[in-house]
């Protein structure tokens, strides 16, 4: 009997030794020390022994068992320990490894020039007004004195969603929109940017859809002069102390009298190149004083109040300054093409 408890304790111990889980070991209890289990049949027998015998079989039978409980718990012990140390190193961050970069985006070009724009004309007490982009016929036309078939509709081919709605041709039906708002009380003096959309072929110098800024200031006793001076300012400000300007009569439906704005060329100093025709002179901006019927229309006295408005492409002011010769590459967002734009 002694032989078989010591052949068991022996079985017991490899097993525990070659075990893998906890799960293994825990049916290693069950087979071995369990009330099923083999130590327990040998101390059943004892009935079989002498007093003589029997006090050695309980105290070996005690011993093997003690030392299977044993050497399960240290096992125990070992596996928790391994399986603990196993997920610390798969968790492992090593913090010394450099981040991967992350790709930053950038201001678009377009947006960058709005925001100069924009800033230069708040410095000069106009605050940016914005509107919607699906307008009314009124507000589109009417209401800037183009009457149902007047010629001048033509000038500009529209997007037509009904006979009634469209894609608005330039921001002025915000400024129109602005006025009524103030109920023929002055002054109104705000800027207008934003997308306009216009039936063209696009090429290097078209886009069907563009972006433009338009101002409009009515007050009593605004003069042409005024109109003048602010154009001063503001050219002088975007384009640099050293260029001059100059007004050249023009026609809009909605002005009267018009004018255009003329920068003095910046690449060749006045002396004519290809960038200004040979001129001296870039065209900038369409202006003009505003025409007594807008000014009737948007709900203000034409006798009491004038007002000056301008409208210029936002596109052409970035291809000027950043001598950029395809209006398309505003709008195909090629990374290489913005890329070149971040730190402006
Ligand atoms: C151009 C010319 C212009 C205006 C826009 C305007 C707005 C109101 C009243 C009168 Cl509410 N005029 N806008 C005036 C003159 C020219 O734009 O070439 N734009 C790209």
Avoid at 32 to 48: C, D, I, R
Avoid at 168 to 188: A, N, Y
Avoid at 242 to 256: A, G, H, N, V
Avoid at 322 to 332: E, L, M, S, V
Wanted: contains cysteine; negative net charge.
């Amino acid at each position: 009997m002694l032989d078989r408890l010591q052949e068991l304790k022996e079985e017991a111990l490899k097993k525990v030794e070659a075990a893998e889980s906890v799960k293994e070991l825990k049916d290693i209890r069950i087979a071995y020390l369990g009330k099923k289990g083999p130590v327990t049949e040998v101390l059943k027998g004892m009935g079989k022994l002498t007093a003589e015998e029997r006090p050695k079989v309980g105290q070996m039978a005690n011993e093997v068992r003690a030392a299977v409980a044993v050497s399960i718990e240290e096992k125990e012990q070992k596996l928790e320990e391994a399986a603990l140390a196993e997920k610390l190193r798969a968790e492992s961050i090593d913090v010394t490894l450099p981040g991967r970069p992350t790709v930053k985006g950038a201001r678009h070009p377009l947006t960058s020039v709005i925001e100069t724009i924009e800033d230069i004309f708040i410095g000069m007490g106009f605050t940016v007004a914005e509107g919607p982009e699906v307008e009314t016929d009124y507000y589109n036309f009417e209401s800037l004195n183009l009457p149902k078939h007047h010629p001048s509709r033509d000038m500009q081919d529209t997007f037509f969603i009904t006979s009634d709605l469209l894609l608005r041709t330039q921001t002025s039906p915000v400024q129109t929109r602005t006025m009524e708002k103030h109920e023929g009380k002055g002054p109104v003096k705000i800027i207008c940017p934003g997308k306009v959309y216009r039936r063209d072929e696009d090429d290097a110098t078209h886009s069907h859809q563009f972006m433009q800024i338009e101002g409009l200031l009515v007050d009593e006793g605004i003069r042409m002069s005024d109109l003048k001076g602010i154009f001063e300012q503001f050219v002088k400000r975007y384009f640099g102390e050293d260029r001059e300007i100059r007004l050249r009569p023009s026609y809009f439906p909605f002005t009267e009298p018009s004018a255009e704005l003329d920068v003095s060329c910046a690449i060749c100093g006045g002396s004519g190149c290809r960038t200004c025709k040979q001129t001296g002179w870039i065209e900038v901006l369409g202006s003009g004083m505003v025409h007594p019927n807008v000014l009737r229309m948007g709900g203000f006295d034409p006798e009491k109040y004038t007002g000056f408005a301008f409208g210029m492409g936002v596109e052409r002011f970035a291809m000027l300054k950043y001598g950029i010769d395809d209006i398309r590459h505003f709008y195909t967002n090629d990374t290489r093409f913005l890329s070149q734009f971040h730190r402006v």
